[in-house]
C-alpha cells in the first residue's frame, strides 16, 4: 500500500491511467471468460428461439456473423437491441418461421465453411469456424 501512495503522490496521473486501464481490462475479462463460460454450455448452444432474446444472443447461441442476423433478422446495421418480439412483429412473420430462417442460414453458413475448407466433412472441432492450431494441416 506504501508503494501505490508513493506512485500517486509521485506520479499521479500515470498512476490514474494505470488504474484505469486495469479496471478496464479486469471488466472486458471477466466479461469474456463469462460469455465464454455461458455459450460453451451445450444448452446454450443452437437454443430454440423465445421472444425474450436479442439478436446478440441468438448470434452467440447459433454462432452465426453479425452479418447473417442482421440479413436474416431485417435489421438496421446501428440497431439498437430489440427482442425477437420486436423483430418478428416488425418482419410479419411467426418466431418459428424466424427460427427456420436462422437454421436455414446456419446451414449455409456450415457448407459454406465446409466448401472452404476442402469439401472435408471430417474436420476436427474448431477448424471447421477457421481456427486451430498453427501449422496445423494435412499431413499424410
Known sequence: MRFFRFLLTRHPLPTGVLVIALAG???FG?????ELLYFSDPAHQQQSLA???????????????????IREMQLEPD???PTLADVVE????TLPELEARIRKAKAA?????R????????????????????GAGDHD
Open 109 to 113: 453458413l456450415e457448407t459454406e465453411r
Open 51 to 69: 421472444p425474450w432474446m436479442s439478436p446478440y444472443y441468438v448470434a452467440k447461441s447459433w454462432d452465426l456473423p453479425r452479418e447473417v442476423i
Open 25 to 27: 481490462l479486469t471488466w
Open 90 to 93: 416488425h418482419m410479419g412473420i
Open 79 to 81: 440497431h439498437k437491441q
Open 115 to 134: 466448401r472452404h475448407h476442402g469439401g472435408r466433412e471430417d474436420m476436427p472441432p474448431g477448424l471447421e469456424h477457421g481456427r486451430g492450431a498453427a
Open 30 to 34: 471477466v466479461r469474456f471468460v463469462s
